[in-house]
């Protein structure tokens, strides 16, 4: 009775706060978003009820997006085989050498497992088992050593095969592979910055083992030769989608036939029943991604047949000064990773900034980078920082002691992103 009294724009704004209540009580993002997809089909008269279940069956049909539930089974099998102890050997022999070499070893595996895994959150829950405890015995504070971890797992969203590059292009019909191309500098240009601002502070605070200068080849050579199936699987994602061999859906597929291969002919997966965890895992990941891409399409859909996606764009457009319109481009995607996930975050923010990007020359590969660099910072942001909860998590330290430790890990990713920014607005 009392919805009949209401206008569309009234039940909308009702439902609106409604769902910001939900969200910020802990309700799942897509349950929320859904909640208020469902209102505004019923309400509007735009859409019949029946364009939820079209637009679910349209977003989940494209194959590029079958890539997805293969690359988490990758980082699953990688897992399950055990091999990450011989990745970390492998890294602490290639750049441990330096002061704080434990710390540093932690960022290049986070480089490494995030291109095996395409995920931030599996690479900061990998590299925080395996390393955490090694930092924190070797006089790392306890803080500072999670913050290091979860900044090295911000690589996972950036160096390619990244899963959220793969949902941006799939969304937005843009190629996997320029993605993955674009994503090889600017993950680079973070993996230094987050290697020289721990070589830094290791050296200050004294953190760490100090081992001799200097890369023993032979030594290199053997923990290669060990770590051959995480590094045979970077090889056949990357080598294979760059050399043009494979789509990103098949070296995904070819990646699992290896790591099946290799793992069970060693003998590192021994039984079934550590290729079902691994499968069982992926399939609840994926149950976790795919209700929030569909449902952020749902939202995004929506937003634009209201006429809020041209506002925003106008809004930011009319500030016609381009050092302007970039600031407000960069301000509004740093906001909206603080608090929301990164894949609605992707598919709800990036098609309202999209015109404005284009108003600066950003195309859609330079400007798919720009966001997810900026989303990716939100990952050890708060107040949502996905990482942060995470290594929190494992560390069991208080969630707010790790995101101060992070701090100087955060300033140097913002300005590795603004200075991007800046490159792809002048040159």
């Not at 950036?158 to 994503?183: D, Q, R």
């Not at 989303?375 to 990482?387: A, E, H, K, M, Q």
Request: glycine fraction near 12%.
């Amino acid at each position: 009775m009392i919805l009949q009294l209401l206008s569309t724009g009234e039940i909308l704004l009702l439902a609106t706060v409604l769902c910001v209540i939900l969200f910020f009580i802990g309700i799942p993002i897509y349950l929320v978003f859904g909640a208020w997809g469902l209102v505004y089909h019923a309400t509007s008269g735009s859409f019949p009820i029946s364009n939820i279940a079209l637009e679910h069956y349209d977003v989940l049909q494209t194959f590029p997006f079958t890539a997805i539930p293969l690359f988490i089974l990758v980082g699953d099998l990688i897992y399950e085989s055990g091999i990450a102890a011989e990745v970390v050997d492998f890294t602490k022999e290639t750049i441990g050498w330096w002061p704080g070499s434990t710390g540093n070893t932690a960022i290049g595996t986070a480089a490494i497992f995030s291109a095996i895994t395409g995920s931030n959150a599996a690479t900061t829950a990998s590299v925080g088992n395996a390393l955490y405890p090694q930092m924190e015995e070797e006089g790392y504070k306890d803080t500072y050593a999670a913050g290091t971890i979860a900044a090295g797992g911000v690589l996972g969203a950036i160096i390619p095969p990244s899963i959220l590059l793969i949902i941006y292009g799939v969304a937005f019909g843009v190629s996997i592979v320029e993605l993955f191309k674009a994503g090889i500098a600017p993950g680079i240009a973070m993996l230094v910055v987050l290697i020289g601002i721990n070589t830094y502070y290791s050296k200050k605070e004294s953190y760490g083992s100090q081992t001799a200068l200097g890369i023993d080849p032979g030594k290199v050579t053997k923990a290669a030769w060990n770590a051959k199936i995480g590094i045979g699987t970077i090889a056949i994602l990357l080598g294979g989608i760059f050399a043009g061999i494979f789509t990103p859906t098949e070296s995904a597929a070819v990646a699992v036939i290896y790591i099946l291969a290799l793992a069970v002919g060693t003998g590192r997966i021994s039984s079934w029943g550590q290729i079902m965890r691994a499968s069982f895992s992926s399939l609840l990941l994926l149950g976790v991604i795919i209700p929030m891409v569909v449902t952020s399409v749902l939202i995004q859909q929506s937003m634009s047949n209201m006429g809020l996606q041209t506002v925003i764009a106008n809004a930011v457009i009319g500030l016609e000064n381009q050092l302007l319109i970039l600031v407000a481009i960069l301000a509004v995607i740093w906001i909206a990773g603080t608090v929301m996930d990164a894949t609605p975050n992707l598919l709800l923010t990036a098609p309202m900034l999209a015109p404005a990007a284009a108003e600066i020359g950003w195309g859609p590969v330079v400007w798919g980078m720009i966001f997810m660099m900026g989303d990716s910072v939100g990952f050890i942001t708060p107040p949502y920082g996905l990482n942060l909860y995470i290594i929190s998590g494992i560390a069991e330290l208080d969630y707010i002691r790790v995101a101060r430790a992070v701090v100087p890990y955060l300033l140097g990713l913002v300005a590795i992103w603004i200075g991007y920014a800046l490159i792809h607005l002048y040159i």
